[in-house]
């Protein structure tokens, strides 16, 4: 019913859209620098990690969290892809943010880890067994990789409560178990 829309229509305070509108588009990731150390520094040094020719608009949040705001997409799944990054040690947690969420219910609990399986026996130099190793790891696996050079690897999403895993055993029919050593 006509009538019906337009009382829905009224029923809104604000239009995102009217306002996306009247500014040129822009990416949002929210960051956590998981560290005890203050973060001085920290945009200034990750600027050039991330070959940035001018600063980004960082807004600094509660708890060593940080809203980034992008021009550039590229630039933008550049920082997402290519992390964790590190500053003077510690990892700087970076994620898509959507800029519609209440920042307090963006939950960064986890990180994105590429994981490497060194003296894997020939035979099992295979992706299947990768996935096999990076269950063992994280119970959240993105990528499986065949073999590269002399190791396996793999990307999963890590709980940052969790201890690493310096090793993984696996039971092999026929061979019994073997440990293998995982290097992060």
Known sequence: NQQDAEIEEEAFDFDPSVEEAEVERRW???ARYYSGQRSKGLFDEMGVAWRLEKPIPVRPLDGNRFILEFAEEEVYKFVLDCGPWRH???ALIV?????FTRPSEVVIDSIDLWVRF??????LMTA??????ARK?????FVVGGPTEDFLRVKVSYLLEEALKPTVEVKIKGKGSIVFDVMY
């Open 118 to 123: 060194y003296d894997v026996p020939a035979f």
């Open 137 to 141: 790891v994280s119970n959240k696996v």
């Open 28 to 30: 949002y990731a929210m």
């Open 95 to 99: 994620v898509p943010y959507d800029g």
């Open 88 to 90: 003077k040690g510690d």
């Open 128 to 133: 299947n067994f990768a996935g096999i190793l």
